[in-house]
């Protein structure tokens, strides 16, 4: 078995704890233990934004205060995941030393203010959280109630610093060699951009070169790297002092100035910070955006179980419109997190602090400072729930018969690309179309990047894979020779891993012969404006004709064959959809962006016929179907979820027991917002 705390093997339940904003309130403190208690948590993290506590003058550490706390959380049975403070420095630092403070992209150095606004390449700013990380691993990394290391908070953003622009230079030299490699790979001879010293290349400023698109995709790539190599930093200290505790930093889900796939070599368990906008206008796409979130954060670690490090019980401060939870939603948000592979529900934050700019943010203990609030019985509720799951439910593991691929260097890529829809290339709204699919079938699936094995699994669907990198194109080409279905789409195989364009035809690097087709144009059609998908050989439950969207391939078949075709413009009669034999497999070609009414019906029909549903049940709409499974026994666990706001009810092919009351079941009543988590009997 597998478990993300050794030391701890049970699902966490707590958050975000600031103990250091109320030492001069020691009956809030002894408050805090007796509610934690009653709301049935068992782990916090201490420390994230302490540092002025722990080290209010330079080189003068005070960690008494910590210590009483964790240990006074141990004696109550309650754990500590102990932060590093390196996601805010205090004032003293950015006064004596400006060096450590982030340039912005305009070129100016920004105050001390906010938080993240710390330079990765200052060797001071390295040194001084070298010295408090390492001050908190004598301390603490032996301690019996310490189990989790939880590095700074929330890694983000990019310095423009000198120094950061020097280190840039290093990494281009590293990674071209040659002055003439990184021309070609910048195609620089265009608008006679050519570069004659390393000197001259300066990161994509404002009022710089942004033109270049490789040059702004590897800044990116550099400021991904940066960031890890300053996390593995932080992490040295405290691995030296004891190797067993593992290290986690809470990450932003689909934010993309990161790269957060180059983070599973440093990351022991992967976490993230979840914060929906349940109850919007988006309510029938925000489930399964959360729930394909989920699945990007589980995929750094794909079968590890994973943590979810903050959410809000309540209402958020820094949303648009700050909505409360209706009655049940706290309770299905956090076992969709766990049903998707988590083993923790942990919140931001405990009890809200009385100034500042999170005051009002959402937390388990309000202003109020009592449990009897809607807030705290939910809480309360969630924290029975996991404890009776755990003997059953931590360490499983979550497997998936399919994959899509979700790259982080395609999007970028895509963002910077001028052509189709500027401004709006729709790479996000593609992925979430064709994952709802699999959310409204119950049906696993991983989210893997280009660097990913996709070994073992039987459907791999890869939308607008416009940039082949990482030896993508032949590891596709493996997949569907060994017998595996690959889904691929419009606008794929376009440019290589320098945004250079393919010679020769497109898709390129093998993928034509792969999709048995060429593709010649691409039409981006204005809002409004449609084609229309004729099916001539529709798979089961598909219907003969769809509506397209606003991207529209153009192809020449080789030895695919059309499945249907477009039915309007200058085009018409051309293929809109084509299946390619390939070794023991087959590879689908979407030339058009499809509506989800399309996909529905397609993988629909694919899911059917790959036997994708761990358990084939017709689910209701709105309700999505996750398993985990325990590796050493076999059972599998079948977490049943109603997004609905009202009740519903469905039958089930076999009997089934209820893991919390024991009942054995052949149909499930589930009331709105519900959850229930079966098993084989």
């Keep these: 078995m597998q478990y993300t705390t050794p030391k701890f093997p049970v699902l966490l339940h707590g958050g975000d704890y600031n103990p250091d904003q109320w030492l001069d309130r020691p009956d809030i403190l002894e408050q805090d233990i007796a509610l934690m208690k009653e709301a049935g948590c068992n782990a916090f993290s201490l420390g994230i934004f302490a540092w002025s506590k722990l080290e209010p003058e330079e080189g003068v550490y005070q960690l008494d205060w910590l210590e009483t706390i964790i240990q006074r959380l141990y004696e109550n049975g309650i754990y500590t995941i102990l932060a590093t403070p390196s996601g805010a420095r205090p004032a003293w630092m950015a006064q004596k030393y400006p060096e450590v403070l982030r340039v912005e992209r305009d070129g100016r150095r920004i105050l001390f203010s906010d938080r993240h606004n710390h330079c990765y390449s200052s060797p001071i700013y390295r040194e001084k959280v070298r010295g408090i990380n390492t001050a908190l691993a004598k301390r603490f990394a032996h301690h019996p109630g310490v189990i989790l290391w939880h590095i700074s908070n929330e890694y983000g953003g990019s310095c423009y610093c000198p120094l950061c622009q020097e280190n840039f230079r290093k990494w281009l030299q590293k990674k071209y060699g040659t002055l003439e490699a990184l021309n070609q790979a910048y195609w620089s001879s265009f608008w006679s951009h050519t570069y004659m010293d390393w000197s001259q290349i300066f990161p994509p400023l404002d009022n710089g070169e942004q033109s270049i698109h490789n040059l702004v995709l590897d800044w990116k790539r550099f400021s991904t790297e940066m960031t890890v190599d300053f996390m593995k930093a932080e992490v040295e200290p405290l691995k030296q002092e004891n190797p067993d505790i593992p290290v986690t930093t809470n990450m932003m889900g689909l934010y993309d100035g990161l790269n957060y796939y180059k983070f599973k070599d440093v990351c022991d368990v992967i976490s993230w910070d979840n914060y929906p906008l349940w109850h919007s206008e988006n309510e029938e796409t925000v489930p399964a955006r959360i729930a394909m979130t989920h699945d990007v954060m589980r995929s750094i670690h794909p079968g590890r179980p994973w943590i979810l490090m903050e959410s809000s019980p309540s209402a958020t401060n820094w949303q648009l419109v700050c909505k409360l939870r209706r009655p049940g939603m706290h309770m299905l948000a956090s076992m969709q997190a766990v049903a998707h592979g988590s083993d923790s529900v942990l919140y931001f934050q405990w009890r809200k602090g009385r100034g500042s700019f ?131 789409t419009y606008w794929s195989g376009i440019v290589d891993e320098n945004d250079l364009c393919f010679l020769g035809g497109m898709p390129g690097d093998g993928m034509m012969e792969l999709c048995g087709l060429r593709a010649e144009e691409i039409d981006a059609l204005y809002p409004g404006e449609s084609n229309t998908m004729r099916l001539q050989k529709p798979l089961p439950g598909m219907k003969t004709e769809y509506t397209t969207g606003d991207l529209c391939d153009l192809v020449h078949l080789s030895t695919a064959q059309a499945l249907g075709t477009y039915g309007e413009d200058f085009y018409a009669g051309m293929p809109a959809l084509t299946v390619n034999s390939f070794g023991k497999g087959k590879v689908y070609y979407v030339a058009a962006r499809m509506g989800e009414d399309f996909y529905q019906d397609f993988l629909g029909a694919l899911i059917g016929e790959l036997s994708l549903q761990p358990f084939p049940v017709a689910l209701p709409h709105k309700v999505t179907l996750n398993t985990r499974k325990n590796p050493e026994t076999g059972v599998e666990y079948y977490f049943f979820q109603n997004f609905n706001a009202g009740s519903v009810s469905l039958a089930l092919p076999k009997e089934l027991k209820d893991v919390e009351t024991g009942e054995t079941l052949s149909a499930l009543q589930m009331e709105g917002y519900g959850v229930r988590i079966l098993r084989s009997c």
């Design 358 to 488: 999170e005051k009002f943010h959402g937390a388990v203990v309000d202003h109020y400072g009592k449990s009897d609030t809607r807030v705290f019985r939910d809480v309360a509720s969630v924290g029975q729930r996991l404890k009776k799951l755990t003997s059953e439910i931590c360490a499983t593991t979550y497997t998936s018969p399919a994959a899509m691929i979700y790259d982080m260097e395609n999007r970028w890529a895509i963002g910077e690309m001028q052509g189709l829809h500027n401004g709006r290339q729709g790479y996000l709204e593609d992925l979430m179309t064709i994952y709802r699919p699999f959310f409204q079938n119950g049906v696993n699936v991983d989210m893997l990047d280009m660097e990913s094995d996709f070994t073992g699994y039987k459907l791999v669907v890869a939308p607008m894979l416009y940039m082949l990198r990482g030896g993508i194109a032949e590891k596709l080409r493996r997949f569907v020779e060994n017998g595996g279905t690959l889904v691929a």
